[in-house]
């Protein structure tokens, strides 16, 4: 079982290194979304492997189902050329500054979660729904509510920017 | 424990406010209020109710929402520089007719967020709080009719505004693994030096990454300047100004882990030291007014560091009064900033130029809210200052202090600079002789002003709501 | 949980299973729904291969794979072909956790409807994809059409089966069906109509079938985002959607309709014959409702079928709250 748990985990590290690879370097955006959905579906796999198995449908029916879809209809809606300005080859030196910020924090934090490994479980509990929901509703609630509130601030500033544009025209 | 409304009615005003705003925003009736009219009025009120509950004592949301005499004087921070901003902002020449109302909606959004940030005491809340109160001030920016610059200043805020949050998200992911709680009472049993949980301190620089990315901290301050420029004034004076509160009162709640001698307040004192000179130096050469304001809004972060980091009642109380003063000051340079610019322009130095003829009222409040902003006896900046400075000396690094109190000196000159063009250059044949502005924009700045004077003189008014046990 | 060897190998028979009978049903599926066309229009239908037709679709199904698939010119070849995959692959763990009789489920889980939901929503992608990558404007309105309806349609969805899991208390569909009875009124129809009804609404919606088929619609962009593709490309897709038609019959069952509980003779037979009636009205549906315009469909998702999910929702919760 310690064995298949790792080679799962390399697996769904593979996968989310890979979309996150294709994200980054793809030149048509549409390719770009096609790994995020890599990552979100690599992602949802290491919540299976924490044993937090409704956080892991969650983040499928929601980042898979739900936002990459409309991020799809969002570029659907732009020009999505392959050939913008964004398209055209990196510079040698942007592209190592991009290595060493990437690097930096990377190996720093490996290191220090290697050499100091924080306490953790042998095997990991099950957290079900009942677990979430108590905790939502009990010593997170706050933040709970406080969600919702973004999501409106964040829908009506949406309208209220895109509007704008539509006076315009 | 029982949910007591009581305590948070500043809270449930200013969420009755956001309602009603909404409301008319979605109406489509011919008749409407005057937003910015019945806004000032019940923004005014706002203030009267965070005055009177300013004593109110208690723990509820499970925890973690605690009111106590740190969050109610942010409240009324918050909700003073709430009601300036709207009265600032309701005759803004740059914004559409019909978008004043979600105009104001997400300023009042913001100012919720702040509110409720003073007075959590959970990582989650306090991260959701800082997010509402930054994200609603996202949609503001761009509504500046006739600017390009607008959007693209919209695009940098809200791109670097999400890489910050993703890295604070990060940095609280680690601080939840290693100390397995977001209670900040939790927090202070366990260790926070390098040594015993690197993964801990670790995560919170990542996640005080995120948060001065608000304050405009040194390395997270490059946003400022460029959104400054493209926001329309009235914006900027609202996003220069409150977000800082907020970010400090987290700042204050988290420093009773930040105990001097700890990397992380090291770290923190150096980012300030550099963010004090380099907002300095930078604000030197700036012509455009909003610019020149905008780098020395982070100096000011990084004074209001000092106190923070030595770690002691004296300092904390002081970076909240310089905090509040804070407001105050950039409250009333940014007024008379917004009242000469009549059509909504980016201001240049050379724009002052007579304002002592053309307007001599105004001229002075800006004279004493830029002495104010440089610590200039007898105004309250004087005071903040002196009080940061002498709290830090000795209970912190004492080579923040002497940097600190080096670059007030070099601030004198940028200051004095907006001084010297609105009294002693003579503006050029062109520019009309006065600028016209009802007795009211001029009543009002001059309260802003007598305020800073009166503070400066009675700095004990502002103390003695400042909790004595903090 | 130690690492059990019969329970794996119980996996893979399940699963092994569970597409054999997806490939059985899909095929009875394409039989059924052209004989029943036919009867409503008062023609036979197929009849020409086999005894009343009935080797027509074996024949289709040779020919589709017989064919050469084909990618158009200028195509996103990463995503032309990974789009009919993906409609199929979630296919076989969206009908794992379904309990087909009282010890017939291929997985038992105890989020088995948040696994159906979660899975189910990929298929929008793939439609996204294949509209995006096969470089064609019917393609491509068809797939804009499908993630306006399918994004607006899974909320109700979501609701009126959450307003069931509230009453039930579990995620578990093999719970949820041993909680009802064996007489209809035990159903959770009979308690949830509403629900019912909404749906069984999205559900055709979800699935995209008519008077919902918009993102294809024949008459108006030659056949939507499937427009390009050829042999077994389309093989996949029209298998996907059979697949999920069956998928959300079986929901259904099993959520309102008592699942194999009966009151003669509980078992498999009366979740397939409960299953395959609604599958029935589904295609009953197809040809007597004309199909939706676009305005309508959304019109009817957010005005009427959103709000009334979400009374149904509170009305549940609030009663559920006093008794």
């Known amino acids: 079982m310690e064995i298949l748990a790792k080679l799962a985990f390399a697996l769904y590290a593979l996968v989310i290194i890979t979309g996150a690879i294709m994200a980054v370097t793809a030149k048509s955006l549409v390719r770009a979304l096609v790994g995020l959905i890599g990552v979100m579906i690599g992602v949802a796999g290491m919540y299976l492997l924490m044993a937090a198995p409704f956080v892991a449908f969650m983040q499928i029916l929601i980042y898979v189902g739900g936002v990459s879809v409309l991020i799809f209809f969002a570029i659907m809606l732009t020009k999505a050329s392959p050939d913008g300005d964004e398209s055209s080859p990196n510079s040698l030196r942007s592209t190592l500054n991009a290595l060493v910020a990437m690097l930096a924090p990377g190996i720093i934090l490996s290191v220090v979660i290697l050499r100091y490994p924080p306490e953790s479980f042998p095997r990991p509990t099950d957290v079900g729904a009942f677990d979430l929901g108590e905790g939502m509703l009990g010593p997170y609630l706050l933040p709970f509510e406080l969600i919702s509130i973004i999501l409106f601030v964040a829908m009506a500033g949406a309208v209220l920017v895109a509007w704008r544009k539509w006076g315009d025209k | 424990m029982e949910f007591r409304p009581d305590l948070i009615i500043p809270e449930l005003y200013q969420l009755l406010l956001i309602g009603a705003l909404f409301i008319q925003g979605i109406a489509d009736r011919p008749w409407m209020p005057r937003v910015g009219k019945w806004l000032s009025w019940c923004a005014g009120v706002g203030i009267l109710i965070s005055a009177g509950s300013l004593d109110l004592n208690g723990l509820i949301f499970v925890g973690s929402y605690r009111v106590d005499t740190l969050s109610q004087f942010f409240k009324f921070a918050v909700s003073f520089g709430f009601a300036v901003a709207v009265l600032n902002a309701t005759r803004q020449p740059t914004l559409e007719k019909e978008k004043h109302c979600e105009y104001f909606m997400f300023m009042a959004l913001s100012a919720w967020g702040l509110m409720i940030l003073s007075s959590c005491v959970e990582l989650i809340s306090i991260y959701l709080a800082l997010e509402l109160a930054s994200f609603s001030l996202f949609p503001l920016v761009p509504l500046r009719s006739g600017e390009k610059g607008a959007a693209e200043a919209a695009v940098k805020y809200v791109f670097f505004g999400a890489a910050a949050t993703a890295i604070g998200l990060f940095g609280f992911s680690l601080i939840l693994a290693s100390q397995h709680t977001t209670y900040l009472i939790d927090f202070m049993q366990k260790p926070w030096a390098w040594s015993e949980a690197p993964m801990a301190v670790a995560g919170l620089t990542l996640f005080l990454c995120g948060m001065l990315f608000k304050l405009a901290l040194f390395p997270f301050h490059f946003w400022a300047p460029d959104v400054y420029e493209g926001a329309s004034n009235e914006t900027v004076a609202y996003i220069s100004t409150m977000p800082k509160l907020g970010a400090v009162v987290v700042l204050i709640r988290l420093s009773m882990l930040l105990k001097p001698g700890l990397e992380i307040t090291t770290i923190l004192a150096l980012l300030a030291a550099v963010s004090i000179t380099y907002g300095n130096l930078a604000a030197l050469i700036q012509t455009d007014v909003k610019r020149l304001l905008g780098y020395s809004t982070i100096a000011h972060a990084g004074y209001v560091m000092v106190g923070l980091t030595a770690g002691t009642t004296e300092g904390v109380a002081a970076a909240a009064f310089y905090s509040f003063i804070y407001v105050i000051m950039n409250f009333a340079c940014f007024w008379v900033i917004c009242r000469i610019a009549t059509d909504g322009r980016n201001l240049k130095l050379d724009d002052l130029n007579g304002l002592y003829k053309r307007a001599p009222g105004l001229a002075l409040v800006l004279a004493v809210g830029a002495m104010a902003l440089v610590g200039l006896p007898p105004t309250a900046g004087f005071m903040g200052k002196l009080f940061l400075l002498t709290a830090a000396w000795n209970h912190s690094y004492n080579w923040l202090v002497v940097i600190a109190a080096a670059n007030i000196a070099i601030s004198i000159y940028y200051y004095l600079n907006l001084v010297r063009h609105a009294y002693t250059k003579e503006a050029p044949e062109s520019t009309p002789t006065a600028v016209p502005y009802p007795f009211f924009s001029l009543l009002w700045g001059g309260l802003l002003a007598a305020l800073l004077i009166l503070f400066g003189i009675l700095p004990g008014l502002v103390f003695k709501a400042l909790p004595p046990s903090l | ?323």
């Open chain 3, 1 to 323: 949980m130690p690492f059990d060897v019969l329970q794996f190998v119980y996996l893979v028979v399940a699963v092994v299973a569970i597409a054999a009978f997806v490939a059985v049903s899909a095929l009875l599926l394409v039989y059924l729904e052209r004989k029943v066309a036919g009867h409503i229009q008062r023609r036979p239908g197929p009849f020409e291969v086999g005894p009343h037709g009935i080797l027509q679709t074996m024949a289709d199904a040779l020919k589709l794979i017989g064919k050469q698939p084909f990618k158009p010119d200028g195509a996103d070849s990463i995503l032309f072909w990974l789009a009919p995959v993906l409609a199929f692959a979630p296919a076989l763990p969206l009908l794992l956790p379904i309990p087909f009789g009282p010890l017939l489920t291929g997985l038992e889980v105890n989020l088995g409807l948040i696994l159906i939901l979660a899975f189910s929503g990929i298929n929008v992608l793939a439609l996204c994809m294949a509209g995006w990558g096969s470089n064609n404007k019917w393609a491509l309105l068809g797939a804009a059409r499908s993630v306006a309806q399918s994004v607006g349609y899974e909320i109700p969805l979501l609701m009126s089966v959450l307003a069931v899991a509230f009453m039930t208390g579990t995620l578990n569909l093999s719970q949820i069906v041993a909680d009802q009875g064996p007489w209809p009124w035990h159903w959770n129809m009979f308690t949830q109509p509403l629900a019912f009804f909404i749906y069984f609404t999205c559900a055709v919606a979800e699935t995209n079938r008519a008077p919902f088929d918009l993102p294809e619609a024949e008459s108006e962009l030659t056949a939507g985002f499937h427009t390009e593709y050829s042999g077994m490309g389309f093989g996949l897709f029209f298998l996907a959607e059979y697949t999920n038609m069956i998928v959300v019959c079986s929901v259904a069952t099993a959520l309102f309709l008592g699942g194999w509980q009966a009151p003669l003779l509980p078992g498999f037979w009366w979740f397939l014959i409960k299953m395959y009636l609604l599958l029935l009205t589904i295609m009953w549906f197809r040809w007597t409702y004309p199909r939706l315009r676009f305005d309508q469909l959304l019109n009817l998702n957010w005005k009427w079928l959103l709000p009334l999910s979400l009374v149904n929702l509170l009305g549940t919760a609030l009663l559920m709250k006093v008794f």
